[in-house]
């Protein structure tokens, strides 16, 4: 009977690993061939925007500044292009990306014809994408140094905010009359958005680094903060129970039991935090500021320079999804476990 059984065992551990065997054969598959990688409607904008950049321009001929080389709008579509095809081929993603990239590429059509080569829009308003993209290659350094400069107060403040809303989060929600007594205030103070106090804050403090620092970490800390103390207070019993039996201090259990079980809502939140963060961070900036990415696009409308305007807010735009981007990379990295 052992032996039966052992065959058995046997037989069906040779079935797990056959069906694990033919798991890269049914991945490939599910690759999208290159004909419906390049046949498309996103392709087919890709190709009238490079026509459209061939025809005559208006904007050339009335506008004072003229029009600058395609060249720079032209590295941006096949930038766009490039990762496009490669991320096209997983067909569970194809329809999504096709949809995205091809509402992508129908703004720049119209823009490119209708504003570089019809000149039929505001121009002082709406400058031609040749324009707007040749300031990444004409300001370069500027617009880094706006980068690095909001970079470093998104990053600190969101990562100090973050640590101190999950560790008193964590310690309020496991004390319930402490959670009783805390929560109601943490609700209230959570739902005043940072903007309002944003002046005060940029007024009072001594460096408009420090008020920066300060608004990104009251931006994220009190919805964080309550978010833990939620996280906490509604962990499943039984996760506790497991825990109790082993005979764990109450420091092993909020830190090695507790915080690691929340650890994907945390995560799952990341996005809207650094959202959140960038936006009160960039109106810090646009208010008193001399450096960052708001200042940028503040001096730019400053001086009605639409064009740099423009071309600053499509790069925080770019590194709000760049951000949202690495966010999925480190839960897919670190974060291997859900509920």
Known sequence: MSQAVAV??????????????????????????WSKRIWNLPNLLFVLIWLASFLPSRYAVEMRQGLHDFKAFGVVLILVEIVFLIRNGNEKEHQ???????????????????????????????????????????????ILAGFRSSMFLIIAGVVLALVFAIILGTLVGWVPRLTKAVYPIVKAISTVPALIYTPYVVLIMPTFRMASLCVVFLSIFWGSFMGSINNTAFVEKKVINSAKVLNMSTFSMLFKVIIPFNMPRIINNLPINLATALMTLTA?????????????????????????????IIFIGVVVMGLNLVIDFLKKRFVTWGY
């Open 284 to 312: 810090a900036e646009m208010i008193g500021a001399d450096s960052g990415m708001g200042y940028y696009v503040r001096v730019a409308l400053n001086y009605a320079n639409y064009t740099k305007a423009i071309a600053g």
């Open 8 to 33: 058995t065992e046997g037989e069906l551990g040779s079935v797990i690993r056959l069906t694990e065997a033919e798991d890269p054969v049914e991945k490939i598959r599910k690759k999208v061939p």
């Open 96 to 142: 999504s990306q096709k949809d995205i990239v091809g509402f992508l590429y129908l703004i720049f059509f119209l823009w490119e014809f209708f504003v570089s080569r019809r000149n039929s829009l505001p121009y002082v308003f709406i400058p031609a994408p040749e324009n707007v993209f040749y300031v990444f290659a004409e300001d370069t350094t500027n």
